[in-house]
C-alpha cells in the first residue's frame, strides 16, 4: 500500500482471505474490515522554503481566565470511529454503527434540560460496542482544565455505559485521564481534571464511550466539554510582620497577677518578694494583686 502524492486524508478498508478462498475479517462476527489511515501533509511534498498557511489554530497569549478549546464546537475536528471503523461527522441518529452529534439543549437522566453545547454519543450496537473521537493536538497551558458534565440521554431507560478522559501523546502512547461508569439512574457525573501535570506537552484528547452490557440505548451525552485556563498562581510566602512597639496598656506578667477567668474559690498565688526599687511592671502587678485581694480576699 503506497500513500497517495496529494496531501489529504486516506483510509482504506481490508479483509484477509485464506488459502481456501474464505474471506475474514474484524468484529464479533468475524465480518468487519479492518482499516488504515493515511495522513499525508502538502508540506512533505512542497520543494520551497515559503511559509503555507496551516488548519492549525494560531497559538495566542493565554487569557487569565475563560474557554481555551471547546470539544463540542469543535466535534467534526476529531476522528471519529467505533467498531466499524471510522465514522462520518457529523454522524447520523440512530446508525447502527454508532455516531456523534452536536446539540444545545441536552436533556439528562436526572430531569434537566442544560442550555449548553453537548455531544450527544452513541457507541456501535453491540455488548463490546465503542465510539471515540480523538482530538486534534493541543498544547497544554500552565493553569488549564478539562470539565465536563456527563449523563445519559432522557428516558433512555437502559443506558448503560463507560465515559473515558484520554489523551494521546507525541509517542502514541494512550493515557487514561479520568473514567466512570454510569447507568440511567437520576444522576449525572461533573470531571474536573487538573491538567498541569501535562504543561508543555502536545497531546491529543479522546472522548470515548463504551457500552457496558446493554444494546441500542446507550444515548451519553457530554455536555459542555471543554478546556479552561484558571490563573495559576503560587502561593506567596508570608512576610513577617515587623515587630510592633510596646503599648500603653500592657498586661500584666502570668507570674504576678491572677488568670482573668479566676473565681472566689481558687487561690491566690503568694506575693513574690519585690526588689528595693521597682520595676513599672512590678508596680503594675502590685496593683492588681492588691485589687483581687480586696474583692475576692486573701
Known amino acids: 500500500m503506497k500513500a497517495p502524492a496529494k496531501g489529504g486524508r486516506y483510509q482504506s ?3 484477509l482471505q485464506d488459502e481456501a478462498g474464505n474471506r475474514f475479517g474484524a468484529g464479533s462476527g468475524g465480518n468487519q474490515p479492518f482499516w488504515a489511515k493515511i495522513d499525508v501533509r502538502e508540506s512533505l511534498f ?38 466499524d471503523g471510522a465514522l462520518s461527522c457529523p454522524g447520523e441518529d440512530n446508525a447502527p454503527q454508532g455516531f456523534a452529534i452536536f446539540t444545545n439543549q441536552p436533556s439528562l437522566d436526572n430531569g434537566t434540560t442544560i442550555e449548553q453545547p453537548a455531544i450527544l454519543a452513541v457507541p456501535y450496537s453491540s ?9 486534534p493536538d493541543y498544547i497544554v497551558q500552565p493553569g488549564d482544565r478539562f470539565e465536563a458534565t456527563v449523563g ?3 428516558n433512555a431507560l437502559n443506558c448503560s455505559v463507560l465515559y473515558q478522559v484520554r489523551y494521546q501523546d507525541v509517542a502514541g502512547e494512550i ?18 481534571i487538573d491538567l498541569n501535570p501535562l504543561t508543555g506537552q502536545t497531546i491529543k484528547f479522546i472522548l470515548r464511550v463504551s457500552t457496558l452490557g446493554s ?10 466539554p471543554r478546556v479552561i485556563h484558571t490563573t495559576n498562581t503560587l502561593p506567596s510566602t508570608p512576610t513577617p510582620a515587623p515587630a510592633q ?16 477567668t479566676v473565681v472566689a474559690t481558687q487561690a491566690l498565688p503568694t506575693p513574690v518578694p519585690q526588689p528595693v526599687t521597682p520595676t513599672f511592671w512590678q508596680k503594675l502587678g502590685d496593683f492588681f494583686s492588691n485589687l483581687f485581694t480586696s474583692i475576692f480576699g486573701e
Open 13 to 15: 478498508d481490508w479483509v
Open 245 to 260: 512597639p510596646a503599648t500603653l496598656t500592657p498586661q500584666p506578667l502570668p507570674t504576678d497577677t491572677p488568670s482573668p
Open 152 to 154: 445519559c440521554e432522557l
Open 175 to 192: 493515557k487514561e485521564l479520568w473514567v466512570a461508569g454510569d447507568l440511567y439512574d437520576g444522576a449525572v457525573y461533573r470531571i474536573d
Open 127 to 135: 455488548e463490546i460496542g465503542f465510539i471515540e473521537g480523538i482530538y
Open 215 to 224: 444494546i441500542g440505548d446507550d444515548r451519553a451525552y457530554w455536555v459542555s
Open 46 to 83: 512542497t520543494p520551497t522554503l515559503e511559509v503555507t498557511p496551516t488548519i492549525t489554530p494560531t497559538i495566542t497569549p493565554v487569557p487569565e481566565f475563560g474557554t481555551l478549546y471547546d470539544f463540542s464546537q469543535n466535534l467534526c475536528a476529531a476522528q471519529w470511529s467505533s467498531n
